[in-house]
């Protein structure tokens, strides 16, 4: 079993700044590439950023120079720094990591339980 432990959602005024983590624990040898989606009410989930396990990057387009993704391979942890909020970033934000598991080696996506980030104005 693999555990994900997301935080750091919250309300935020429009403008403002907040950091999601997402903590990994449990079966895991190694945590591949990791991302972060977002899923609106009614809406697909879609991909926001991803990063590799050496530190390369890709973003949305919408967020690009508004959220940086980063990670800490020896915490298993991935954060997402979001800056300069606006209302529309207001969704629940999921961590994604790619898995290789200890007991049988396979590769596997989990997804975390989600953190609610809303931005008022």
């Known amino acids: 079993q693999v555990q994900l432990v997301e935080s750091g959602g919250g309300l935020v005024q429009a403008g403002g700044s907040l950091t999601l983590s997402c903590a990994a624990s449990?079966?895991?040898?190694?945590?591949?590439?990791m991302g972060w989606y977002r899923q609106a009410p009614g809406k697909q989930r879609e991909l926001v950023a991803g990063i590799t396990r050496d530190g390369n990057t890709n973003y949305a387009y919408s967020v690009k120079g508004r959220f940086t993704i980063s990670r800490d391979n020896a915490k298993k942890t991935v954060y997402q720094q979001m800056n300069s909020l606006i209302l529309d970033h207001t969704q629940i934000y999921y961590c994604?990591?790619?898995?290789?598991?200890?007991?049988?080696?396979?590769?596997?996506?989990?997804w975390g339980q989600g953190t609610q980030v809303t931005v008022s104005s």
């Open positions: 994604n990591p790619d898995v290789t598991t200890w007991d049988n080696g396979g590769q596997y996506y989990y």
């Open positions: 449990g079966n895991i040898f190694r945590i591949n590439a």
